[in-house]
């Protein structure tokens, strides 16, 4: 191993100090210090201000930032970093193929290199049969796909996955998580979402990193393992629908819980059979009592529960 080589090793794979990001005269997020060695790194909430320093979109205006010891704005261009951000404008007329060794031979300048590097790209994340597909006719999770493995073609030290999950259904969020696992296989990975409900793919994904670091409103709101993150407390939101919510509502006062009525969704109303009405809680749940005893109640009390969803304790207002 060279000296270099070493060194990169033994640096952050992100720091940011007081650094503030700002994209067409506005700022965007409010200063950040951060420090992580992990090899997984997961980003909850808008991060994308940091993702588009790398494309040189937005602008370091105070502070600095690094990924692996190389300075954000030129992590991208030094291949320290491989960038796949969300649903990016794509050459539609390009071959799948085509794409990967364009961005293989932009990297290094090497034909005959770049041509090995997209057949092993797409044979690695099992994408081999789009290879001549036009980029124009893939649908959004094949699209997120070959992002992921244009951004891992040269393999680069660190991939940066921006919101890969977002707005997949399901079956193809599980999927595009399972080729984000094995992409942090072979490099470390920087990868963002939105505040995952559980359970969820996103949810999983951030399962799986080692550390995670959490804005809400620009602000860095709570960082740590996973475990320590979405450590639960006993407070709910809950929303429900039926004929009876006040009967509900009372029967968990009785119990000891504290409910606070918050503003209702309107999403199901056209779903609703006369006389049911939808309501969301906060809901205080009285030491030791779990889940179990709002689940327990709207069973008894003939109302159909529609989200259950902890407020975990390290990002509660």
Not at 215 to 238: C, D, E, I, M
Request: with cysteine.
């Amino acid at each position: 191993m060279t000296e270099p080589e070493s060194a990169a090793s033994q640096a952050a794979t992100l720091e940011l100090h007081d650094a503030s990001f700002d994209r067409v005269g506005a700022t965007e997020v409010a200063p950040l210090s951060l420090r992580s060695d992990a090899r997984r790194i997961g980003l909850v909430g808008n991060w994308q201000p940091l993702f588009r320093a790398l494309t040189n979109q937005s602008t370091l205006t105070r502070g600095s930032a690094r990924i692996l010891d190389s300075d954000v704005h030129v992590a991208l261009t030094h291949g320290v970093v491989g960038f796949a951000a969300c649903d990016p404008d794509l050459p539609a007329s390009f071959s799948v193929f085509e794409y990967l060794e364009h961005a293989a031979r932009l990297s290094h300048g090497s034909p005959a290199r770049a041509k090995n590097d997209a057949r092993r790209a797409l044979e690695e994340y099992g994408l081999s049969e789009l290879a001549p597909r036009a980029l124009g006719r893939l649908v959004r999770y094949q699209s997120r796909a070959i992002a992921i493995a244009c951004a891992a073609v040269t393999a680069p030290a660190v991939l940066c996955l921006e919101t890969p999950l977002h707005d997949l259904d399901a079956a193809s969020a599980d999927y595009i998580a399972r080729l984000c696992a094995h992409a942090a296989e072979r490099s470390r990975l920087i990868v963002s979402t939105a505040l995952p409900s559980t359970p969820s793919a996103e949810r999983a994904l951030l399962d799986a990193c080692d550390e995670l670091f959490v804005l809400k409103h620009g602000t860095l709101v709570a960082h740590g393992s996973p475990s320590r993150v979405f450590a639960p407390s006993p407070r709910y939101l809950l929303t429900l629908v039926g004929a009876k919510n006040s009967d509900f509502t009372a029967a968990l006062a009785r119990v000891g819980c504290r409910v606070t009525e918050q503003a209702s969704p309107r999403a199901f109303n056209a779903l609703l059979a006369a006389g049911s009405r939808v309501t969301r809680y906060l809901i205080d749940l009285p030491e030791p009592a779990s889940q179990s005893l709002l689940l327990d109640a709207a069973l008894e009390q003939g109302v159909t529960v529609l989200e259950l969803e902890p407020i975990f304790q390290t990002l509660a207002d």
